[in-house]
């Protein structure tokens, strides 16, 4: 296992180029409302890897067995074939031929694209690193909360599907909006989908905190595994609107062109207050794993006012009564 973990990582390190390339005609497709080209895209990725990898971790016939090496060269090829499935549409497809007008590089539009695109990248890695802090601290609690602990990130990563995509979703149109001179209707697109995420969300969060021991007895039969994921879940479960409101909101910013509060925003609620609070939590009140999460979610809840206080800001409908 060890001796191939070099060429495992060298092959996923090669795939991060189709798979950037790749969600470059994604984002796209989905900016120019053709959503689902991007969903058919990912499907080629996807569709290529489960035969792949029976393949060549395998090795079924006359096939070398390639174990964990051929799980990195299989996400590989698939990304490479999806990326090759988007080039092919997009240097082909009629509906493209108005975007590929040829067209000087103005080095302007390259910097106005790095200075948005630059704090994304940082509050990705401010979300994502904070998380993976909280999971070493609870593994400082033993090895039944660490499978708890996955048990509940690996529904809650599921549920997180649906915000997000209204987060994309949210973020195109006010775009949209924004760029035809039609802030009523923009203003009216994010009020909109932050209801209809909110009450989805909501209903993700009540399923969490009366049904949390079921879910996780169907996912593992240890008692103790289940009554730590169970705990984490009743955590979990009103954390769900708060990451709806600031899912959308980031979504609308993003619409904006408004990049780097959101960033900021990340990186000291997470940083600053959701972890240190955490830990306070879980050690010094004798919480445990779920103490961790508690604070995690006092910084969610931080983001997600003002991030909502600053779309409102910026949208003009602070102090007023918006009508949708």
């Known amino acids: 296992m060890i001796a191939a973990t070099p060429l495992y990582w060298a092959a996923m390190s090669l795939a991060m180029v189709p798979l950037g390339i790749a969600l470059v005609f994604r984002c796209t497709f989905e900016a120019v409302g053709r959503p689902w080209l991007g969903v058919a895209v990912a499907a080629v990725s996807l569709g290529a890897k489960v035969p792949l990898n029976a393949l060549l971790i395998h ?46 590089l103005v080095a302007g539009e390259i910097a106005a694209c790095a200075r948005e695109g630059a704090p994304l990248g940082l509050l990705n890695v401010a979300e ?21 602990n996955q048990v509940a990130l690996s529904v809650g990563g599921v549920v997180y599907v649906l915000p997000m995509a209204f987060s994309g979703a949210v973020a195109i149109r006010v775009a949209q909006e924004q760029g035809a001179g039609r802030p009523d209707a923009m203003r009216a697109v994010a009020l909109a989908a932050l209801g209809l995420v909110v009450v989805a969300m909501a209903g993700m969060g009540a399923i969490m905190w009366w049904g949390g021991r079921a879910i996780a007895a169907a996912i593992t039969g240890d008692p103790a595994v289940i009554l730590a994921a169970a705990a984490i879940f009743a955590v979990f479960a009103p954390m769900q609107v708060a990451d709806a409101v600031q899912s ?72 007023a009564a918006p009508a949708v």
């Open 128 to 148: 994502t690193g904070a998380m993976a802090v909280a999971t070493l601290m609870i593994g400082t609690f033993g090895t039944v909360a660490l499978a708890g």
């Open 248 to 319: 959308v909101m980031l979504g609308a910013l993003r619409g904006l062109s408004d990049t780097a509060f959101p960033a900021t925003v990340s990186m000291v609620a997470y940083w600053t207050v959701g972890l240190p609070l955490g830990w306070v939590l879980a050690r010094g009140l004798e919480q445990g794993a779920p103490g961790v999460w508690m604070g995690y979610a006092v910084a969610l809840v931080g983001s997600a006012v003002l991030l909502s206080l600053r779309f409102l800001g910026r949208a003009g409908l602070r102090g």
């Open 59 to 104: 090795g079924p016939g006359p096939l070398p067995a390639l174990g964990l090496a051929g799980a990195g060269i299989a996400t590989l090829l698939a990304e490479a074939l999806a990326c090759a499935a988007a080039w092919a549409y997009w240097t082909r497809a009629r509906a493209m031929r108005r975007l590929r007008l040829r067209r000087r």
